[in-house]
């Protein structure tokens, strides 16, 4: 079982990043995936989920801080989940990691990729 993110960097106030997390050795579309953060100091949080594809598309969520300037997203024939951050803040700055979930005994961590936004 393997989560791969990309895509963090260093960013100016006000810009975008597409974070992605690309999976295998499980069925990703089996289940449900989530980006979480956690800044120097502070506890991990989730950012964003994505339910499992159901008969009406998928359900998502976000933390307030994020709503509205955060999208988060799959495409289970990629095996990939993405977050597309805009409208960047420094106190977004933080290490971002995907979470694979299917129940307590099946969930999986990514390595993480460093988001910093300063100018």
């Known amino acids: 079982v393997q989560l791969v993110e990309s895509g963090g960097g260093l960013v100016q106030p006000g810009g975008s990043l597409r974070l992605s997390c690309a999976a295998s050795g499980f069925t990703f579309s089996s289940y449900f995936m989530s980006w979480h953060r956690q800044a120097p100091g502070k506890e991990r949080e989730l950012v964003a989920a994505i339910s499992r594809a159901g008969g009406s598309g998928y359900n998502t969520e976000y933390a307030d801080s994020v709503k509205g300037r955060f999208t988060i997203s799959r495409d289970n024939a990629k095996n990939t989940m993405y977050l597309q951050m805009n409208s960047l803040k420094p106190e977004d700055t933080a290490m971002y990691y995907c979470?694979?979930?299917?129940?307590?005994?099946?969930?999986?961590w990514g390595q993480g990729t460093q988001v910093t936004v300063s100018s």
């Open positions: 979470k694979a979930y299917l129940n307590a005994m099946a969930n999986y």
